[in-house]
């Protein structure tokens, strides 16, 4: 019986603050994972990077090395555990920051546990796929680990959020990809707004690239195709 058994979840919370990871690391064993903690960021660096782990959880200030460090570092040695950021209430430049060097997710303390734990759920269900070094489809090129995005060459600049669709989207090339797809790979957990806000994106991509670079299939969704020219 035990043979069969569903290996445990693993998880790396690297948390500086010793009442709430060890309240984390209690809560997120009675809910059955494997959890691992470090109080520091050296040692989370080294173990994100020396140790299998599904998902990471991540705060942003820490001693030694920064949360941001340790997640740019992690990307940089293509190690794609999905991360999980921690980041200060109304951290709105530090959210902007954590994705663009590579983090999945991240929640403003303080959080709700529900909502941690769906979110690390969601985040282990995408799981780690290799990504490669850079996406190009037609004219269009997108490098996921310098967060850099170029069109025939010239360098476009897009927000954190733009950024995310439009690799998503070049990574279902070819295929019609419905905005609930969109909405669900690239929004967090707690959105529980309308899907026109895939409308907007794509539409503010669409003037910073070239209006056909996206194409709308009625009824279906949006794909970007490869045999474009």
């Not at 989207?169 to 797809?181: I, Q």
């Not at 707004?193 to 503010?204: F, I, R, Y």
Request: glycine share 8%; charged share 25%.
């Amino acid at each position: 019986m035990d043979s069969c058994e569903t290996p445990a979840v693993r998880v790396l919370v690297v948390e500086d603050e010793v009442r709430l990871s060890a309240a984390l690391k209690r809560g997120l064993e009675a809910e059955g994972f494997s959890v691992d903690v470090a109080s520091n960021g050296s040692d989370g660096l080294w173990m994100a990077t020396e140790q299998p782990y599904d998902v990471v959880v991540l705060d942003i200030m820490l001693p030694g090395i920064n949360g941001l460090k340790v997640c740019e570092t992690m990307r940089a040695k293509q190690i794609w555990t999905p991360v999980l950021m921690l980041t200060a209430k109304d951290g709105e430049l530090d959210e902007t920051e954590a994705l663009e060097i590579g983090a999945d997710d991240f929640l403003s303390k303080p959080f709700s546990y529900l909502v941690l734990v769906a979110r690390l759920r969601a985040l282990v269900r995408r799981g780690a796929g290799p990504r490669p070094v850079a996406l190009s489809v037609g004219a269009i090129t997108l490098d996921p680990v310098r967060r850099v995005c170029t069109s025939s060459g010239i360098p476009v600049e897009l927000t954190p959020r733009e950024f995310a669709v439009l690799e998503y989207l070049m990574r279902r090339a070819d295929e019609v990809v419905p905005k609930g797809d969109i909405l669900t790979n690239v929004w967090d957990f707690a959105y529980d707004g309308g899907d026109n806000v895939v409308e907007v994106h794509v539409s503010a991509l669409r003037r910073k690239l070239e209006p056909a670079a996206i194409e709308t299939i009625r009824g279906g969704g949006y794909r970007m195709s490869t045999a474009r020219s």
